[in-house]
């Protein structure tokens, strides 16, 4: 019995609804959540472990069988995602318990962390594309929720249109299924892909496809990104750290699933647009991170560049590329939630958003400046650190398949990453001290760890490629040959 | 904010009864037939929100003394409740049983474990119904 | 029956669509719950949810039946609309509170730059 892969989801969800009855005890809270994240992280691993020996492990739900009944699947590359996911949530979650206040803390906002990480490891697991829905909506309302906590102006008019934007598109999330329902008759994303192969992907098929594209595209900030800088600088910075390192993730996993497993025979029409669209976004995100001096917008940009680049790997779509994509997402989460938690911290000591207004931050906050120097070098894909080497393997598939304009594209951006942080790096962190040493805001050692913590993250994932590699390699692996999946799920062996 | 009006007041005392005693007709309803939580919930809701309209909130509320957050809490730990508990069972995750049962007076019955995640589902649905409801009339 | 639904629900979209693009905050949480009133019924006849037949039980029934999944996806989707358009609302009311207006373009953008 595979009972245990429902796990990632349950046990959030289960504290989440203990932790309302809890409501006075916030220490309880905080170290409830906490454990949550880590058991979760222990049940990843094992998870992952087992996926190596005994391939692909699936639980139907009330026993009903696929493709009848709804499921849970657990393929390397959803585990692994459960996985990274995890951990930076608790690391997140470090930094919650001394930033963002006890105000906050009452209104429920570890139960609603707790509910946001059940529908993104839902979103991971979920083998059928209704339930797929299901919990990116329990993820979206939890991150409504989060994005309003505090209550400022500026948050609730910025969420009014996260909300708008979210809806419109799980709309057309919805249309996309009734279209497919109504065209091959089932939802199990295993036996849609056979009953896609059967047919051979007919251009009605590919227009659908195409609709499912726009509605990831939105969720993911795939050129569809206009909404996200105003939604990522208004809420706590834990939270943002989170929706950062998290949110955008969940649309990337959905578009490279969607696009491996089902819409893969017409590559010259979808996987060609996801390119372009990839293309521009790294442009349009590029053209962003360097425009602004706002500390928070250009954060916000840099996660845009990021998605850009991870699904230039979706559109080569060779094994290298794929591999690449994943070693990419892995990094990107643990970093850009590094990125966010440095962003909110250096505003709250310097009391400033826009980088022109900081300086000589190095001075007062030693550890501070060279932490962001480190995912400075990490983002910019320098060895050691862990960013190098999903470059290189993006790179790599995108000689051997011939794409220049998007290698080239990817490497520009990189470029472009390095020049923004290195802004603020110069502004903010050399030069003269703004800050006397009356005004100095002690630096917390709540703030300090969470981000030492995971800018060790990213030398131990830059380091230790070797002792993850075999994971991807079977991830990238699934995603390059769908009849393992389809085999594992319909049992056909 | 109170309204004097006889004909509601006398007119909705006997009408709560009867729509709550269709909220629990439809719940049960639900199993074989048109109904079920969600709607059994909603209706059950209804019931309440007029109890609200027609008599103040501070009344109703000294009448019904419970935090309606945390009935919709309760009833979500319920409903998910009732889908973990089959893991103790080692049987798939949101597996149902049902039995027959001869009981005094209904004679041979049908018992399910799904109507434990209905009624889970139900106290979640009058609980947010009437959370929603509070929150916005709070300070009109 | 199917053209007809169809048309009903390309009315409603149009309706959301006038409504979203409107001014009004209220009216915009309007023009979504209407929007997924519009899918709902999309799903419905896309999945052959108004064929006529019985229920999809074993031993019930004369051979057609309608297939249930499509009311059952219809259900969740319902829900789950609903809950989104009470957290709209709960957010529209309190950025009214807050803000002291519902006209879009009055909560417009952040001041940077």
């Known amino acids: ?47 992952l472990n087992r996926i190596q020996t005994e391939g692909i492990l699936r639980l139907d739900f009330g026993g009903w069988e696929p493709p009848y009944g709804i499921l849970f699947v657990a393929d390397s590359f959803s585990v692994i995602l459960v996985l990274t996911t995890s951990i930076v949530t608790a690391i997140c979650l470090l930094y919650a318990f001394s930033s963002v206040g006890k105000a906050i803390e009452n209104m429920y906002f570890y139960s609603f962390v707790n509910f946001l990480i059940a529908g993104v490891n839902g979103s991971f697991l979920t083998g059928d594309l209704f339930n797929l829905y299901v919990c990116f909506e329990i993820m979206l309302l939890a ?60 251009p009605l098929l590919t227009v659908i496809s195409i609709v499912f594209l726009t509605v990831f595209a939105l969720k993911a900030g795939l050129l569809l990104y206009f909404w996200l ?66 500390i928070r917008q250009i954060v916000a940009y840099n996660v845009i560049i990021a998605v850009g680049f991870i699904l230039v790997g979706l559109a080569i779509g060779t094994q290298a590329a794929l591999e690449g994509s994943i070693y990419y997402l892995i990094h990107d989460m643990i970093v850009k939630a590094l990125l ?19 300086s000589g931050l190095i001075r007062n906050y030693p550890s501070l400046g060279w932490i962001f120097f480190i995912v400075m070098l990490s983002l910019a894909g320098i060895p050691p650190f862990s960013g190098f080497i999903g470059k290189v393997l993006i790179g790599q598939g ?24 290195l802004r603020i790096f110069l502004n903010s962190f050399w030069g003269e001290t703004i800050i006397s040493k009356e005004d100095k805001v ?52 | 904010m109170k309204i004097n009006n006889v004909i509601l007041r006398t007119v909705s005392k006997v009408v709560v009864f009867i729509i709550l005693t ?3 007709y439809l719940f049960l309803s639900g199993h074989h037939s048109p109904g079920g939580g969600f709607i059994g919930g909603l209706v059950m809701a209804s019931a309440l929100v007029l109890l609200f309209i027609v008599y103040d909130i501070e009344t109703v509320q000294k009448a019904i003394p419970v935090d309606f957050k945390k009935i919709a809490a309760f009833g979500a730990l319920l409903a998910v409740g009732t889908a973990f508990g089959s893991i103790f069972f080692d049987v798939p995750f949101l597996t149902q049983s049902f039995a027959y049962f001869d009981l005094p007076f209904f004679g041979k019955t049908e018992l399910t474990t799904v109507t434990i995640f209905e009624a889970g589902v139900a106290l979640v649905v009058v609980g947010v119904v009437v959370t929603i409801i509070l929150s916005i009339s709070e300070d009109v | 029956m199917e053209t007809l639904i169809t048309i009903l629900a390309g009315v409603l979209v149009t309706v959301a669509t006038y409504l979203i693009l409107s001014r009004s905050l209220i009216r915009v949480i309007l023009g979504t719950a209407i929007l997924s009133h519009a899918a709902h019924l999309l799903i419905m006849t896309m999945g052959g949810g108004l ?43 309190r950025t009214y509170q807050e803000t002291g207006t519902d006209k879009l373009d009055e909560l417009r953008g952040m001041k940077h730059e």
Not at chain 1, 2 to 11: A, C, E, F, T, W
Not at chain 1, 19 to 44: C, D, E, H
Not at chain 1, 233 to 258: D, E, H, N, Q
Not at chain 1, 404 to 420: H, K, N
Request: with cysteine; net charge neutral.
């Open chain 1, 1 to 47: 019995m595979n009972n245990v892969l429902v796990m990632p989801m349950i046990i959030p969800v289960i504290a989440g609804i203990l932790l309302i009855f809890l409501r006075p005890y916030i220490k309880l809270q905080r170290w409830v959540s906490f454990l949550v994240m880590i058991v979760n992280a222990g049940i990843a691993v094992y998870l």
């Open chain 1, 143 to 202: 991150s409504y929720v989060l994005i309003t906590l505090g209550g400022r102006k500026a948050q609730l008019s910025e969420s009014v249109k996260y909300v708008v934007i979210n809806v419109v598109s799980s709309w057309v999330f919805l249309i996309a299924i009734a279209y497919l329902y109504g065209t091959v008759g089932t939802l199990n994303l295993a036996h849609l892909s056979e009953r896609i192969a059967e047919s051979g992907q007919t």
């Open chain 1, 229 to 294: 800088p105003g939604a990522y600088s208004v809420p706590a910075t834990a939270v943002a750290a989170l929706f950062g390192a998290l949110l955008t993730k969940v649309g990337i996993y959905a578009m490279i699933r969607i696009f491996t497993l089902l819409f893969y025979h017409e590559p010259s029409v979808t996987h060609t647009l996801i390119g372009i669209l990839a293309g521009l976004t790294l442009i349009g995100g590029s053209i962003g991170a360097i425009a602004y001096k706002d």
């Open chain 1, 340 to 358: 966010f938690l440095l962003a909110g911290t250096m505003i709250v000591v310097t009391g400033e958003t826009r980088i022109d207004h900081m």
């Open chain 1, 398 to 421: 995108a000689i051997e398949t011939g794409s220049y304009i998007l290698l080239a594209l990817a490497f520009i951006s990189s470029m472009f990453v390095l020049y923004s942080l």
């Open chain 1, 442 to 493: 002690p630096m917390k050692k709540g703030w300090i760890i969470p981000c030492m913590l995971l800018s060790g993250g990213t030398i131990v994932l830059g380091l230790g490629v070797e002792a993850i590699a075999p994971y991807v390699l079977d991830a990238a692996n699934t995603l390059m040959n769908p009849q393992l999946y389809i085999d594992a799920v319909l049992n056909r062996n």
């Open chain 2, 22 to 24: 269709l909220a629990i």
């Open chain 3, 51 to 93: 064929k006529i037949g019985s229920v999809p039980i074993l031993g019930e029934g004369n051979g057609t039946f309608v297939d249930a999944l499509p009311q059952a996806l219809i259900l969740t989707s319902i829900v789950i609309s609903f809950a989104v358009t009470a957290v709209a609302l709960v957010l529209a009311y």
